[in-house]
């Protein structure tokens, strides 16, 4: 019986791709780079701002002759002042969570973002009330796919790691929960594609939030 469902943030419970490519697209042409394509950053992100930043001065021309880290810097400077723009929840989430929650379920957050962004965001565009814990990246919990962070979370609820979901929509979510022994749940409405979250081995693949509901009554 599960007792416990961890979810990803961006591209699994929220829809924040275009919030990303804006900022994203901003920094490049600060730095007298081509913008890219929106569509484009569902490859980039899911592993860290420091790594959307690494990919996107990759994919445009001539984004290897700017200095990376002040690449970051400033990026990590224009999505703090504007970290919610066109963001919001994927159609069906908060319905499932507030149902989940009434099967006795608890909810939890695993993000890649700093932890206290990430609680931020999360208090931003659900409330503050409707996830029993949020956590983000700090020095003691690593980046995913690291397994550090979902285990803390199985610890602090008290449960063991088979008794918990973990639903994401990348390869680094997949890798996340079977490197911590729980039920991955691959979600297609996200960042990436079926096959990716088919190559690393999701437990199952949903196309809608109210399938996640039904993985928890039907077991």
Known sequence: MYKVCIFD?????????????????????????????????????????????????????????????????????????????????????????????????????????????????????????????????TERIPRKPSPVGALALATAFGVEPEECLYCGDTDTDMDTGKAAGMYTIGVTWGFRPRQELLEHHADQIVDTPEEILKIVQDN
Do not use: C, W
């Open 9 to 137: 943030l961006d591209g699994t419970i929220a829809d924040t791709v275009e919030s990303i490519a804006y900022i994203g697209n901003q920094v490049l042409q600060e730095f007298g780079l081509l913008a890219l394509p929106v569509e484009n950053y569902n490859f980039y992100a899911g592993d860290g701002a420091d790594e959307l930043v690494r990919r996107m001065l990759e994919a445009t021309p001539n984004g290897n002759k700017v200095d990376y880290d002040q690449v970051r810097k400033v990026y990590r400077q224009r999505f703090a002042q504007n970290p919610f723009y066109h963001v919001k929840p994927f159609a069906g989430i908060i319905e499932m969570l507030e149902a989940l929650k009434k099967e006795g379920i608890k909810i939890a957050v695993l993000s890649n973002k700093p932890h206290e962004a990430a609680i931020d965001v999360v208090a931003k565009i659900f409330g503050d009330k409707m996830f029993h814990k949020v956590q983000g990246q």
